[in-house]
C-alpha cells in the first residue's frame, strides 16, 4: 500500500482518537455532574426486586436538578410506595454509608446488596424464619417466584435467599451494564456530533487536506507516533469509581486544546465561493456527512482508535520495532592435519 495512503489514514485515525477523547472526557463530566451511574443503578434494582413502576416517578427535570446540586431527594425514593422494598433496601446503613449526602453509590457489591436485602426482610417481618415466610410477606410475586426458583430444592434459610439475591443482582447488573456502555455509545455519538459541528471537525475534508499537504500528512504522522509512544492517558476516577467532574472537565479541556493543533475549525473552505441557495445547502449536506462521520468514529472509543493508530504505524514500519533476537553464532571446530609424524 503506499505510504501516502497510510499517511492520510494515519492522520484521521490520529484525529478520530482525540475527538473520541474529547468526547469521553465530556460523557464522564456529565455524568459525574448528574449521578448517571447512581441513578442508572437504581432503575436496576427497581428491576431487580420488580418494581418498575417506580421508574417514571423518579424521572424529570426537578430531579436532575437536585442531583446536580447535591441536594437531599435527587433520586426521589420518597416519591416511591411506602410499602417499596427497594427504597427500604437503597437506605439501609450499609449501602447509604458508601455515598456522601445528597449522593448515591453507582456501585454496589453483590454481597453487601444481599446482606442489606436479607436483612431489610428480617428488620421489617422478623427473625427465625424461612426464605419462603419472608418473601410471601412480601407480596411481591414476581420478586418471590424468581428468588424460590433460584434457590431450587436447596435449604430454606435466610442464608440460601442471601446466595439467591446475590445470583440475581449479578444477573441483572450485568443486562444493566450492557444497556448502560451502549447508551453511553449513543451519548458518545451526540457529543461528537456537538464539537464535530461546533469545531468543523469534517472527516470528509480533512481527509482531503491531509491527501493535498504532504506537510501536513507527515507532521499528524510525528504526532500519532508521540501520542502512541505516550500511551493513553489514564482515567481520573474518585474512590467509589466515579470520575470527578472536575478532573473529567480538566481532561477535556486539554483535549480540546490538543484539537485546535489540527486543520480544523472555522472558516470552512468548503463554504468559500459558494453563491446561491442550492450550493450552499450541497455544501451544507456535505459538511453534516463528514460531521455525521466524526461523531460516528467518536461513538467508537478511545481504545479502538489507540490501537487503530498503533496497527498503522506498524504497516507503516514506523511503529515500535521488536527487541533484536542475540542468538549466539554455533562454534565450529576445525581439525587440521598435524604436520608431526
Known amino acids: 500500500m503506499s505510504s501516502s495512503y497510510l499517511d492520510v489514514f494515519i492522520g484521521l485515525s490520529y484525529t478520530f482518537l482525540a475527538v473520541s477523547l474529547l468526547c469521553s472526557a465530556t460523557r464522564e463530566a456529565i455524568a459525574s455532574l448528574f449521578q448517571t451511574r447512581a441513578k442508572v443503578l437504581l432503575d436496576g434494582v427497581l428491576t431487580l426486586l420488580h418494581e418498575p413502576a417506580g421508574k417514571s416517578r423518579l424521572r424529570g427535570i426537578l430531579p436532575s436538578l437536585q442531583r446536580l446540586l447535591r441536594l437531599d431527594g435527587g433520586f426521589r425514593l420518597d416519591k416511591l410506595d411506602a410499602q417499596s422494598l427497594a427504597a427500604e433496601v437503597m437506605r439501609h446503613p450499609l449501602i447509604s454509608g458508601m455515598a456522601q449526602r445528597g449522593r448515591m453509590p453507582s456501585y454496589i ?130 474512590a467509589d469509581g466515579a470520575a470527578t467532574a472536575l478532573a473529567q472537565t480538566k481532561a477535556a479541556k486539554a483535549q480540546a486544546q490538543e484539537l485546535q493543533k489540527l486543520p480544523i475549525g472555522w472558516p470552512s473552505a468548503r463554504f468559500d465561493g459558494v453563491v446561491g441557495v442550492w450550493p450552499f445547502i450541497a455544501a451544507l449536506v456535505f459538511a453534516l456527512i463528514g460531521w455525521t462521520a466524526t461523531a460516528f468514529a467518536a461513538s467508537l472509543g478511545s481504545p479502538f482508535w489507540f490501537d487503530g493508530v498503533g496497527w498503522l504505524l506498524a504497516l507503516r514500519g514506523t511503529g515500535a520495532k521488536p527487541p533484536a533476537e542475540t542468538t549466539a553464532a554455533p562454534t565450529v571446530t576445525i581439525s587440521l592435519p598435524t604436520l608431526r609424524k
Do not use: C
Open 109 to 238: 457489591p453483590s454481597a453487601i446488596f444481599a446482606r442489606a436485602f436479607v436483612s431489610t426482610l428480617t428488620t421489617r417481618y422478623g427473625k427465625g424464619q424461612t426464605a419462603a415466610m419472608l418473601l410471601n410477606k412480601v407480596g411481591n410475586e414476581g420478586l418471590t417466584r424468581t428468588l424460590l426458583a433460584i434457590m431450587g430444592e436447596g435449604p430454606d434459610d435466610v442464608a440460601a435467599l442471601e446466595n439467591a439475591v446475590r445470583i440475581w443482582y449479578d444477573t441483572v447488573m450485568e443486562r444493566i451494564s450492557g444497556w448502560y456502555k451502549r447508551r453511553s455509545q449513543f451519548v458518545l455519538f451526540l457529543v461528537g456530533l456537538f464539537y464535530a459541528a461546533v469545531m468543523n471537525i469534517d472527516a470528509l475534508q480533512l481527509s482531503t487536506r491531509l491527501w493535498n499537504d504532504a506537510e501536513l500528512r507527515d507532521g499528524t504522522v510525528a504526532k500519532a507516533q508521540l501520542v502512541h509512544a505516550a500511551g493513553l492517558p489514564a482515567s481520573t476516577a474518585s
